[in-house]
């Protein structure tokens, strides 16, 4: 058996949804999180046949951003914040390459990064 990768990921607008189920959830106070669901993905034609769970919240500027996650034992507060974090990351990356002329790092370390 082939080990698993967890995940969070944006999904556009776009993308179907169905057999859709809310969980059971406390809300917590002051969270951004819109709503936190188990559904399928796809068209009728190419629907995924496992579940996934997609978290709805707001951003800094109340925009609506939707996230699937594979993370089924976490809080739906957390698998935003995980989003929030890998946003934050790769936009970071991004900016160097636009602005310190670096088309590709050449490491996964932090030390590279840093040099």
Known sequence: MADTQ??????????ELSAIRSPQRQKQAGSRVIRDITCRLGTPQSRSE??????????DHEREIRVVASLMNMSAEEVAEMYKARWTIESFFHWIEQN????VL???TSN???N
Request: glycine residues 4%; proline residues 3%; hydrophobic residues 50%.
């Open 6 to 15: 967890d995940f969070v990921i944006r999904i556009k607008e776009n993308v």
């Open 50 to 59: 496992k579940r996934h769970r997609v978290v709805f919240f707001q951003d």
């Open 100 to 103: 310190l002329n670096v088309p």
């Open 106 to 108: 050449f490491g996964t």
């Open 112 to 114: 590279v990064v840093f």
